[in-house]
């Protein structure tokens, strides 16, 4: 079985599909997040649907970018995203998480994903420009409730230390 991550696409009447297949990392979420920007802009955005019934692994910056996609939603449309999972152990990690807060989640499958096209990956990201990413993307996840704040702050923590001494470096250079 082959478990490469990827992304699939659609839109209808407004309604945006994605759905996150296989083992959804990073580098997957940061070509979504040019994606969100096109859907957000659209003047006949509806709402959107995150399918995540085919992942079989999603780390935490795409946990997080599906974060600010919820915060984004929320912010410019006033629309509550939806998260559609069936595997009991997503389930609870995203429950715990606070996903619960910020989509409605719903644990029945989808019926009809024929008309999806696979988002093309993203440009490759210099380290600082994915460091960057990474810290945004885990900045929303803390942001949803107190045990991601605790989960993750020493993960920001060193990241953002190590991107002012890659900052230094480069000015001293």
Avoid: W
Avoid at 62 to 91: F, N, Y
Avoid at 102 to 109: D, Q, R, Y
Avoid at 120 to 149: F, Q, W, Y
């Amino acid at each position: 079985m082959n478990h490469a991550g990827k992304i699939m696409v659609g839109v209808q009447d407004g309604v945006y599909l994605l759905k996150l297949e296989g083992d959804v990392r990073v580098t997957l979420c940061i070509s979504a997040e040019g994606f969100f920007e096109k859907m957000f802009d659209d003047a006949g955005f509806r709402s959107v649907l995150v399918d995540l019934t085919q992942a079989h692994a999603i780390d935490s910056t795409s946990l997080g970018i599906l974060a600010k996609l919820s915060i984004e939603s929320q912010r410019r449309h006033g629309v509550l995203p939806t998260l559609v999972v069936t595997s009991a152990d997503l389930e609870r990690l995203l429950q715990a998480s606070g996903f619960g807060d910020v989509f409605h989640i719903v644990t029945e499958p989808l019926e009809h994903v024929d008309q999806l096209g696979e988002l093309p990956p993203s440009p490759t990201l210099d380290e600082t420009s994915l460091r960057h990413k990474v810290i945004d993307a885990h900045r929303a996840l803390m942001s949803l409730n107190e045990a991601n704040r605790d989960t993750f702050k020493d993960l920001v923590a060193a990241l953002e230390a190590e991107d002012a001494y890659s900052q230094e470096s480069y000015a001293a250079g």
